[in-house]
């Protein structure tokens, strides 16, 4: 976990390097780590006397993504409840929003993979995906 890294194996390791599947020995803890810190679920390492294992979770997995939604995205979700779809209009009345911003918060949604849409122009529908 502080970047030091012990060759089990220094020709492989040596090979890997040359190859270029190694940037650099030690960084790659530090960096699973840095790039989980702003996910609720975190990797998880099982040690023993020679070996590690880490399971890394699927931070694009919708239910995790779920997690980290913020109140208007919540709203919107519920919105959906057993609907079939929803309109950015629908959305824009009853969060109280300006067009503009519903238009940010559903693209939002989209770009996470919670939502996908379905027609176009006016007759553009938001559905969960």
Do not use: W
């Not at 890997?16 to 790659?28: D, P, S």
């Amino acid at each position: 976990m502080l970047g030091v890294s012990a060759l089990r194996n220094p020709y492989l390791a040596d090979v890997f390097y040359r190859l270029n599947l190694i940037e650099a020995y030690g960084t790659g803890m530090p960096k699973i780590t840095d790039s989980y810190k702003n996910f609720a679920v975190q990797p998880t390492i099982e040690l023993s006397d020679n070996a590690f294992k880490i399971t890394l979770p699927n931070t694009n997995c919708k239910i995790e993504n779920t997690l980290h939604l913020d109140g208007r995205e919540k709203q919107v979700l519920n919105l959906l409840g057993n609907a079939d779809f929803i309109t950015r209009a629908e959305v824009q009345n009853s969060l109280g929003i300006s067009q503009a911003t519903a238009i940010s918060l559903l693209r939002g949604m989209l770009n996470k993979g919670l939502l996908s849409t379905e027609g176009s122009g006016k007759k553009l529908k938001y559905k969960r995906d």
